[in-house]
């Protein structure tokens, strides 16, 4: 069985249809990027209330996912289409999958927090709020170059993940020698630890989605060479 090629009225409303799903993935974005920002400010702030609603709010995240999951599968099934038409709501799954897990890593900063109660950092934090800045920065950027088709954009996305792992050594390494020197601070220390990964993980996320732009706009896997270039 081939395809039938749209109709004029029925690519109208096809593009309409991507277009929303385009718009609620900037949405489900900016829900993920709101909560990676405040799980951190609970953190720094020791505002438990504030963690406890990050923690809340995952499950609206969840929902937002599995509907556009849905609407996706939908188009699939109902238009059948081909080539770049089905790229893009491919591309849309992976992408609605990745922000659904970076959601889940704010939520794990928001139970960290409340883990750690009212006890202080071992440390003044200031570059677990630069790794979640940058993380921040990549996902904004990785959506970005989706909407814009940008593989430039998408392929700066992958080189900046550097910058994030080596604030992640930094942190690992300062915090290990806190733990070494003071064995009374290794709980809350580990704690942070578990903080900096999820925000690694945060930035690892971001590169997936730009991943998924490139075979997006060019249907090949991500060159590694030309991302070293960056």
Same mark, same amino acid.
């Given at each position: 069985m081939t395809n039938r090629p749209m109709g004029r009225h029925q690519r109208a409303e096809f593009d309409r249809d991507l277009q929303n799903l385009q718009d609620e993935l900037l949405a489900l974005g900016s829900m993920v990027e709101k909560a990676t920002f405040l799980a951190v400010e609970a953190l720094k702030t020791r %505002? !438990?209330? !504030?963690? @406890? @609603?990050?923690?809340? $709010? %995952? %499950?609206?995240? $969840?929902? =937002?996912?599995?509907? *556009?999951?849905e609407r996706a599968v939908d188009l699939i099934a109902i238009q059948q289409p081909v080539a770049s038409d089905l790229r893009m709501l491919i591309a849309a799954l992976h992408v609605s999958m990745e922000l659904e897990r970076i959601g889940d890593y704010a939520e794990g900063i928001g139970k960290i927090s409340l883990m750690m109660g009212d006890q202080p950092p071992? =440390?003044? *934090?200031? %570059?677990?709020p630069r790794m979640a800045e940058k993380a921040t920065a990549m996902l904004r950027a990785s959506l970005d170059a989706l909407v814009q088709h940008d593989v430039d954009k998408a392929y700066k996305v992958l080189a900046d993940d550097d910058e994030v792992d080596a604030l992640y050594d930094q942190v690992y390494r300062e915090l290990l020698l806190l733990m070494v020197q003071d064995p009374k601070v290794i709980e809350r220390g580990t704690y942070l630890l578990w903080t900096a990964h999820d925000l690694e993980r945060i930035a690892d996320r971001a590169t997936n989605i730009a991943e998924q732009v490139v075979y997006l706009v060019t249907g090949k896997q991500v060159d590694p060479g030309r991302a070293s270039r960056y």
């Open positions: %505002d !438990l209330a !504030l963690s @406890q @609603q990050v923690i809340r $709010d %995952d %499950d609206i995240i $969840d929902r =937002k996912r599995a509907e *556009l999951e071992i =440390k003044p *934090l200031v %570059d677990i």
